[in-house]
């Protein structure tokens, strides 16, 4: 690291805090101020699929035109993106509240987004966000300091439609908002020394509490008046999903819409409702759900992920599809033209 003379004749490495302090440096005067920000990764998941199924020329456009509406998305929440990575960006936050309720509504855009582009494409886009507060310096169109390495890591480490956050970003939030999240314990990040304890957004969970009302506008934006339905059979009971139901959740617990007593299966193992004139399954488990469709030999695999529900089906809740004494129902999607 090259070095740099002080006024009282002393040498200062040269990094950011040199910049300002060195009076012999030419970029003395020069303000590199820190600011406490919500650091926000986000990071695309399933285009590496996309690119194999339609190619760079369609992959490259479809992937440039998510990223700048979650970026659109992300300014109109009052964030600011620093910069793109490729199918990822770099937002920053002035609150830490601010900044994970951004993240949680990037789910409405993704649906919006799935539906518009992929209609017929088998591969759906997702989002996988880490984030974290703490004292940043931006310069030359970047951002550098601790919370950005964390939040970096922290957006490498999640899955598909998961938000990670970071010891210091949740001790932002508010008690209301802290009890969505889930310790994952402590992990190593590299770059860090000792453990980093680690928090879950669940995103999924707020949208199980506050559904309604998103899924009743997006519902009212099919042109195409239709007659829409999933019938659902599991062991005798038949249940019948209407787009103004709202979501029905599938787990052991008793609150949810259809309770599965089966220890393999989560308290709140998936959701399925109606999108934007689609049916679409969300796991969020421990064990997984598997979908087979029609004839189709190979089943559709689920871990915290989601998938259209089309024509008829079987789900599998919490173990594997060989396994012949796995809890399954079996579906049939309708959707007819009034």
């Not at 490495?13 to 820190?34: H, I, P, R, W, Y």
């Not at 008690?175 to 453990?195: F, M, N």
């Not at 009743?216 to 139901?245: C, K």
Request: proline share 1%.
């Amino acid at each position: 690291m090259r070095q740099t003379k002080r006024a009282n004749g002393g040498l200062l490495n040269d990094g950011f805090t040199d910049m300002v302090l060195d009076d012999d440096s030419n970029l003395a005067g020069k303000a590199v101020e820190q600011a406490d920000k919500a650091v926000v990764f986000a990071d695309l998941t399933g285009s590496t699929k996309l690119f194999e199924l339609q190619g760079n020329t369609v992959a490259t456009r479809v992937v440039t035109r998510c990223t700048q509406m979650l970026g659109k998305h992300f300014t109109v929440c009052g964030g600011r993106v620093v910069k793109y990575l490729g199918d990822g960006l770099l937002v920053l936050f002035d609150e830490g509240e601010v900044a994970v309720e951004a993240a949680s509504r990037t789910r409405d855009v993704l649906y919006d987004f799935n539906l518009e582009q992929l209609n017929n494409v088998r591969t759906q886009l997702g989002l996988k966000v880490g984030i974290e507060f703490g004292s940043v310096i931006e310069q030359h169109g970047d951002c550098y300091g601790d919370a950005v390495n964390v939040a970096s890591r922290l957006g490498d480490r999640a899955e598909s439609n998961e938000i990670l956050l970071g010891e210091s970003l949740y001790a932002c939030l508010a008690e209301s908002r802290r009890v969505l999240c889930t310790s994952i314990d402590r992990i190593a990040i590299k770059g860090k020394t000792g453990l980093l304890k680690v928090w879950r957004y669940d995103w999924r969970h707020t949208a199980e509490t506050t559904i309604t009302t998103p899924l009743n506008l997006l519902s009212e934006r099919v042109n195409v008046a239709l007659m829409q339905r999933a019938d659902i059979d599991l062991a005798g009971r038949h249940l019948q999903l209407m787009p103004a139901d709202g979501a029905l959740v599938i787990g052991r617990a008793e609150s949810c819409g259809l309770v599965i007593d089966d220890r393999r299966v989560s308290r709140r193992h998936a959701r399925i409702e109606w999108v934007g004139g689609q049916c679409t399954l969300t796991d969020f488990s421990s064990n997984g759900t598997w979908v087979k469709f029609g004839r189709e030999v190979a089943p559709v695999i689920l871990k915290r992920d989601n998938c259209v529900l089309h024509s008829t089906g079987t789900v599998g809740l919490g173990s594997a599809p060989e396994d012949f004494t796995t809890t399954t129902f079996s579906f049939q999607i309708i959707s007819e033209e009034l």
